[in-house]
Nanobody, 118 residues
Framework: QVQLVESGGGLVQPGESLRLSCTAS????????MGWYRQAPGKQRELVAT???????VYTDSVKGRFTISRDNAQNTVYLQMNSLQPEDTAVYFC????????????WGAGTPVTVSS
């Protein structure tokens, strides 16, 4: 059984920072891409950032220059450092990982809420 467990969400004021973490546990061969999606109330889930096993990164335009994704392959953990948070960043953030266990599939975390409000 594979699990992704997220942490680090919360309530912050505009301009503040948060760091999300997500760790994969269980039995598997390897992890390819890892990353974060978010879903705001009444909106579709959108990709925020992704990082390959080699460290290449992709960001959605609205977070470029403010968010940084990174991973620790030895700990099977992906991080999302979020700086200069704005109210429009308010959403539930979901971690994902494409994990190989004889065959590959995408696994999801349960989500962690981020609220940016004054």
């Amino acid at each position: 059984q594979v699990q992704l467990v997220e942490s680090g969400g919360g309530l912050v004021q505009p301009g503040e920072s948060l760091r999300l973490s997500c760790t994969a546990s269980g039995s598997f061969d390897r992890i390819n891409n890892m990353g974060w999606y978010r879903q705001a109330p009444g909106k579709q889930r959108e990709l925020v950032a992704t990082v390959t096993s080699g460290g290449s990164t992709v960001y959605t335009d609205s977070v470029k220059g403010r968010f940084t994704i990174s991973r620790d392959n030895a700990q099977n953990t992906v991080y999302l450092q979020m700086n200069s948070l704005q109210p429009e960043d308010t959403a539930v953030y979901f971690c994902y990982a494409f994990i190989i266990r004889s065959i590959g599939r995408t696994y999801w975390g349960a989500g962690t809420p981020v609220t940016v409000s004054s």
